[in-house]
């Protein structure tokens, strides 16, 4: 529970000593870049290691969270500052840029704090130990990381975009990330209060073992800063979880985890995924196989392998429109959380809530994305397709964004169907409750209502292009011309930023959010 402790006037000196602590961090690493010419990114990373370590023993010098939550949010406010007015040189990395060749900066050094902040709120009672845990891991591993991986000077990882992580980095990680692990797991076992208890040291191991992938996992997905929100977010979600949920165990997520690995290497070798896309399927299925057992699996079991497979067939028909598309048939980790993201989202509140009408929300959101899916292969593929623009019914050329067709519309129906259908087969007893009959109806309504707002989107504020080289309007933002250089495309109609993997987001979000308000009319549980 979230909570907000009295302050305690005993913690007053130790509030003065982590201020005065953290204080002496941050002008020493100044000196050592201003003055003594040292690395940035070592004098950054080895300030990124010890506010790790410190943020560790808080927990031990506090008698409530009062006083780390101001600590805290002062520290994200001094952040915030610095990356405003470049006052603090050695606490910020060197902008990424994005594809268009724009700086995009680190909020690393806000999110740091900020999600101490947002743990100390949640943990700090009886579940502190996760929190120390998960603080630590992003320390010393994430900081461990990226020195490994620049003083090795290994390549970044193939197929992750624009972010620096290299395979050297990446086992820096991980193997530091087991190791904090696998020792928290054994020393915090007198403080395990629910899932935990009672386990064995194997079993114990094994799960520092899979939050170790994790973690590595999203060490390399994420750039921006972003890591250091998410990496002790999916250490302490699923140590919360299994501690105090009576849905998950260590065993299912265990399972879950093995299968979720299998999945994603499979999908490398028959190339339904790139490795980023490959990777971010890991982390979705781990939590939902793991956490969800077969009721949720099957479900975005029949949305994937269905969709991938239907999106490698008719090749030479749909190879017309292979420079339409922003992406290839090929996904990547955008795609995979355009297409699972709000799925995963329902996943983990129900873990966290319980709630029965969630589960519908995730039936509605899978079958937004398999009705837009097959919309979209299916109308591409049909002999002699005709498609219509949804806001003004002209006709226009097969795959433009907003085109919608009988066939397509038809198969976006079917495509949802198919989606309540594998869950009905599974006996939830919240499908029988509700009416299977109803459930199909409200489930394949959503889909399809959702398919039509996605090409709502796509014919309004989706960003369309015009391509100089081939003379097409298209949905990528660059092409290239025969030479090898890289050529920007001319912005006809949209915005930049509400690119297909947005509108797929909004189309999900809109398919959830019909079937959760439906059933919610329908029955009661």
Not at 99 to 124: C, H, N, R, T
Not at 430 to 449: E, H, K, R, T, Y
């Amino acid at each position: 529970m979230v909570s907000i402790q009295p302050p305690s006037g005993q913690d007053l000196p130790s509030f003065f000593l982590l201020l005065t602590l953290v204080g002496s961090f941050l002008l020493l690493g100044e000196l050592l870049t201003r003055k003594f010419s040292v690395n940035s990114l070592v004098v950054r990373k080895v300030t990124h290691l010890s506010m790790g370590v410190v943020m560790f023993f808080i927990p031990a010098y506090f008698s409530s969270n009062f006083y780390p939550l101001i600590a805290s949010l002062l520290l994200a406010g001094v952040g915030l500052l610095s990356l405003k007015s470049g006052l603090l040189s050695s606490l910020h990395a060197e902008p990424l840029m994005n594809e268009d060749g724009k700086p995009v900066p680190s909020y690393g050094p806000v999110l740091f704090p900020m999600i101490f902040f947002l743990q100390a709120l949640v943990l700090w009672n009886e579940h502190v130990w996760i929190l120390q845990t998960s603080m630590l891991v992003l320390g010393v591993s994430d900081a461990l990381a990226a020195l490994v991986g620049t003083a090795s000077g290994g390549a970044h990882l193939d197929g992750f975009g624009n972010n620096r992580k290299t395979l050297q980095g990446s086992a820096a990680m991980f193997v530091s990330s087991l190791l904090i692990l696998s020792i928290s797991l054994l020393v915090f076992q007198p403080f395990f209060t629910g899932g935990l208890v009672g386990q064995p040291v194997w079993m114990l191991l094994c799960l520092a073992l899979l939050l170790a992938l994790l973690a590595t996992a999203v060490e390399a997905l994420f750039s921006y800063g972003l890591d250091n929100l998410f990496i002790p977010v999916s250490i302490a979600y699923v140590l919360y979880v299994i501690e105090v949920s009576h849905i998950a165990t260590v065993e299912g997520f265990l399972l879950g985890g093995v299968f979720a690995l299998l999945l994603a290497l499979f999908s490398v070798v028959v190339k339904f995924l790139n490795n980023s896309g490959a990777t971010a399927t890991f982390l979705l299925g781990t939590t939902i196989f793991g956490i969800g057992g077969l009721v949720w699996t099957v479900p975005l079991l029949t949305f994937y392998l269905l969709s991938s497979i239907l999106s490698k067939l008719g090749r030479k028909r749909k190879a017309r429109f292979d420079l339409v598309f922003e992406k290839g048939s090929q996904r990547d980790a955008g795609q995979v959380y355009a297409n699972g993201g709000i799925a995963w989202l329902m996943m983990a509140i129900y873990s966290l809530s319980g709630d029965p009408y969630i589960f519908f929300a995730y039936l509605g959101t899978l079958a937004a994305v398999q009705a837009d899916t097959w919309a979209t292969e299916i109308g591409t593929m049909w002999p002699n397709p005709k498609a219509r623009l949804i806001t003004t019914f002209k006709e226009v050329p097969v795959g433009t964004s907003g085109g919608v067709s009988i066939p397509g519309t038809s198969a976006s129906f079917v495509g949802s169907l198919l989606i309540c259908s594998s869950a009905a087969l599974m006996n939830v007893s919240w499908i029988n409750q509700v009416g299977i009959i109803q459930s199909l109806l409200v489930i394949g309504v959503a889909g399809l209502m959702a398919s039509l707002v996605d090409s709502f989107f796509g014919a309004t504020v989706q960003a369309q292009y015009y391509d100089p080289i081939r003379k097409k309007v298209t949905e990528r933002t660059h092409s290239i011309a025969s030479d090898g250089s890289r050529v920007t495309n001319e912005l006809l109609k949209g915005y930049h930023f509400v690119n297909n993997d947005l509108v797929n987001t909004l189309c999900a979000i809109s398919g959830s959010v019909v079937a959760y308000l439906a059933v919610r009319n329908l029955a009661s549980f």
